[in-house]
């Protein structure tokens, strides 16, 4: 007979866990015994005071209750509602530090994974900035209660709706897009598409930043073809959003976590926007892939160009 592992951590207890390194979404990794849990928001480094969630066989999941030790890579979230917006996983540790556990990420994989020893891994690439970097923007919208409504991301793991006015990642230009959209909707009292009940209208704003080109987008996902007051939405747009090239409507009829629906309306100006990379411009509609950051996408390109040495022959 198979013995039954011996698991040593208990739901709802408290342990003390010293963290050894992050998980690949973030969390930190400790270990209990040699039993493994993970704490989210925790760093490498730090000893900590973790509240068993979950349990399962082979791994635990914790709260993290009190920071004994704290990393010296550990710095205060920018945004206000960092601990519950599901959009960012990292704010509590600084770039450098974040560049350093990159490495270590990749280092990890070749060796773990990959099972190759004594590679040198050269220091990550970091921005100029890692802020306000996010040229695309796909913000669920819902009902908030008494006439209000949120628009920003969805909590961690859940479709709760966390209320944000100025995301630290978007470009300027889709945080100003947010604003005029709420202000509309409040206005002219259109509602928020409810997917429990399947009524209401707005189901996601979308935005899109030509970086090189100062270009934007706005793409409206709603759950029908008419929208009430859409020329006013348009109007207001148009005043307030510098750049303002497009503005269209996606309509996504379907029950679905998918966010694009099959059909797409221009409604102002063009269906697409440019940007560019190094020598290349692009035409992106609301359905494109584009890298999200414009300028760590061209570092990227240019350093494969760099190390594959091209000659021409």
Known sequence: ??????????????????????GTSGEGIARHEGFTVFVPFALPGEKVRAKITLVKKNYAA????????????RVAPKCPVYDRCGG???QHL?????????RQQVRD???????????D???TLGAHTPWHYRNKMQFPVAAAGKGKVAIGCFAA?????????DCAIQKEGNNAIVAVVRQWMKDFKI????????TGIVRHIMGRVGVHTGEIMVCLVTACDMVPHMKDLVQRLRRDIPGLTSVVQNVNKRHTNVILGPKTKTVYGKGTIHDSIGPLTFHISAQSFFQVNSEQAQRLYETALDFADLKGG
């Open 62 to 73: 914790a709260e993290l209750v009190e920071i004994l030790e704290a990393s010296p890579d």
């Open 1 to 22: 007979m198979k013995e039954l592992r011996h698991i040593p951590v208990q739901k709802g207890k408290i342990y003390e866990l010293s963290v050894v390194r992050l």
């Open 121 to 123: 891994v050269l220091p």
């Open 109 to 119: 994989a070749l060796e773990r994974i990959g099972h190759l020893q004594g590679l």
């Open 94 to 102: 600084s770039y450098e530090g974040e560049l350093k556990e990159k």
């Open 191 to 198: 509602p928020a598409y409810d997917e429990d009940a399947r």
């Open 88 to 90: 960012c996983q990292l």
């Open 157 to 165: 793991a859940t479709h709760e709706v966390i209320d944000v006015t």
